[in-house]
């Protein structure tokens, strides 16, 4: 999060610098911000930890006002709704989701092999 945070900081010193059309910006800190703030989050997500639900959503409606322009005092479901972003528990879990299913169609034809030719500790799969 640490280095997310410092992305937005340096982006939001360049947005006041020189204005960015709100669409552009959605776009530049989607691209920007929030993957490097989702780094490996098909691993490290759980849903029984809230601090790292929190910090993420707290990095999503810093962007949503900066986004906007509005108060940080703005509703947050509006905020969201309004910006285009999503919130980041659904954002966490969709992308666990598609790890989960590229994991798992890696990995089906060589379990079946597995079962066909036990191997002797071999690497079931590499999902790259």
Known sequence: MKKARA???????????YPIV???LRAVQVACIQAVAL?????WWDHK???????????LNRQAWSILGALP????GAL????????APVVLDSRQQLFA????????????EL??????????????
């Open 7 to 17: 992305a937005e900081a340096r982006l939001r010193t360049l947005t006041m610098t």
């Open 22 to 24: 709100p669409e552009s």
């Open 39 to 43: 780094y490996g989050g098909e691993l």
């Open 49 to 59: 930890e809230a601090g790292s639900r929190d910090d993420l959503q707290l990095l």
């Open 73 to 76: 005092t703005s509703p947050r």
């Open 80 to 87: 969201m709704r309004e910006s285009g972003l999503t919130p």
């Open 101 to 112: 299913a590229r994991l798992a169609d890696a990995c089906s034809g060589k379990l079946k």
């Open 115 to 128: 079962h066909q030719n036990p191997s002797s500790g071999a690497p079931i799969c590499r999902v790259v």
